[in-house]
């Protein structure tokens, strides 16, 4: 991992930094560190927060990238077939969604099933997080992986997906 990127993570997990000045801190960091980061082993990542709730999508996207991943911000208000759709994509491990309220949660599963559908469940690590997203949620859900931070979160798929790539 680039040492910038690294020094910002960990101000940030010691609770030494506000979340907005750390993803404006990450962002950069990332950005001066380039292509450089990405881990073309990983795969990609597409992050999505559903209807207008975007800050949980662009936050694990800035992470994801500073984990790795080729990241994939989807666009607000992406239906679950927009999403399923975009990891359709061979090249995409890791599938991440923010949920801000709990009208969107019936979603969650709709997402599973498409995936399912589609043949591509298996290589996809998915998490669900936001205010929204319990623990008992995403395990019903079928998530692969859930963690109460965002940090945790990212730590955890990269984890995931490199437990799986070495089995």
């Known amino acids: 991992m680039d040492p910038a990127v690294k020094r910002v993570l960990e101000e940030y997990r010691r609770k030494d930094m506000p979340v907005g ?3 404006k801190s990450l962002r950069e960091a990332v950005n001066s560190a380039g292509i450089s ?3 073309k082993s990983l795969g990609k990542a597409v992050a999505a927060g559903r209807g207008r709730h975007t800050g949980g999508r662009d936050l694990m996207t800035v992470l994801l990238r500073a984990y790795g991943f080729e990241t994939r911000p989807l666009r607000e ?3 679950a077939e927009e999403i399923a759709g975009a990891c359709s994509d061979p090249d995409v491990a890791v599938l991440c969604l923010s949920f801000q309220t709990t009208y ?4 969650l599963k709709t997402i599973t099933g498409l995936l399912a559908e589609r043949g591509i469940r298996d290589r996809i690590v998915l998490s669900a997080g936001g205010t929204a997203v319990s623990e008992r949620i995403a395990l019903e859900a079928g ?3 859930f963690r109460m931070t965002a940090l945790e979160t990212a730590e955890a798929v990269e984890k995931e997906v490199r437990r799986r790539k070495s089995a």
């Open 37 to 39: 980061i990405i881990d």
């Open 21 to 23: 000045i750390f993803m």
């Open 104 to 107: 969107d949660l019936p979603d």
């Open 143 to 145: 998530c692969d992986v």
């Open 77 to 79: 208000y992406c239906t």
